[in-house]
């Protein structure tokens, strides 16, 4: 029988390591104390999650190896799309894990998230006779049905095997039924879409190259473009310069580097991070994550007693 799995978290980085399968780059943008929790469950090659957070947060993901997968927001004006499914009517599209995805929760998201094994697709979709799954990305639309089906699955009642057998076959028709139904796109504004490009671009090469030793010159480079451009796209799209969101992501470094090492100095960490005014330094960490530094490192300091 099917177990359900439900976790609260009150750090970005425990949100994180809780859906480990995921290939994930958070950002914590909003000022405030993190709260979130995920409720999962794995039904025959289908795994089901809901997903709520507190803050705004920028997410750079990738579904696990050999799946696709598709999100649902359950509160649409609590979620941004800054990839290629900010085209599409319902922002729902079938996500592979070749690519990256990027979104921009505000306050308050409700995500409902369905990752299917690729083997587990092709089974079933070779069952109602498809001859070839989509390589690209494509539009989807799921049914209030189908979502509900998901939710209820979610709900931890005492369902039967049969109720799970069934549930997880009419999701899995819904999303091969509707890949060939025709979406469509709203009316694309190319130069938002290259700006959102601009700021993914910048946003993850940082990211990936280690967002300590990054400056305006490095988002420039991963972006392709010149200063000035780089601040229009990062002020219409996150709503914040270039520099801010260094800081808030070298902020977000630090953070996950006091809840994961006891043996390194606040000091070197900001050092290490180009804070080099303490005060300062501390200042704008408590105004993000509303604690002193100090206080996040007794925090795990006394986790680890």
Known sequence: MPQLKVK????????????????????????????????????????????KMNMSVQQMTSPPPDTFAVSV?????????????????????????????????????????????????????????????PKK??????????????????KGDDLDEQFYSQASRQILDEILLSLNA?????????????????VNDACYGALESGVSSMNLESLCQFSNVGVRILQLAFK??????????????????????????????????ALDHDFNHFGRFSAEYKQLFLEYPSQTARGLAKSLK
């Open 182 to 198: 025709p979406i469509e796109p709203n009316k694309i504004n190319y130069w938002k879409s290259d700006r959102k490009k601009i």
């Open 236 to 269: 219409e799209v996150l709503g914040i310069s270039p520099l801010k969101w260094l800081k808030i992501a070298k902020l977000n470094q630090v953070r996950k580097q006091l809840l994961t090492s006891n043996d390194l100095k606040i000091t070197d960490i």
């Open 137 to 154: 990305n494509l539009g989807i639309h799921l049914t209030q049905d189908c979502i509900e089906t998901a939710l209820q699955l979610l």
């Open 8 to 51: 609260s978290t009150n750090q970005v980085l425990d949100h994180i390591d809780t859906l480990g399968r995921w290939d994930q780059k958070y950002v914590q943008i909003s000022s405030g104390k993190f709260e979130g929790s995920i409720t999962e469950i794995e039904v025959e090659g289908l795994n089901i999650f809901r997903e």
């Open 73 to 133: 927001s359950l509160n649409q004006c609590k979620l941004e799309y800054l990839d290629w499914r900010k085209s599409l009517q319902n922002g729902q599209g079938l996500m592979n894990f070749k690519s990256k995805y990027h979104l921009l929760t505000n306050l308050s998201s409700d995500l409902l998230v369905l990752d299917i094994c690729q083997n587990k697709l092709n089974e079933r979709a070779e069952k109602l006779g498809f001859i070839d799954l």
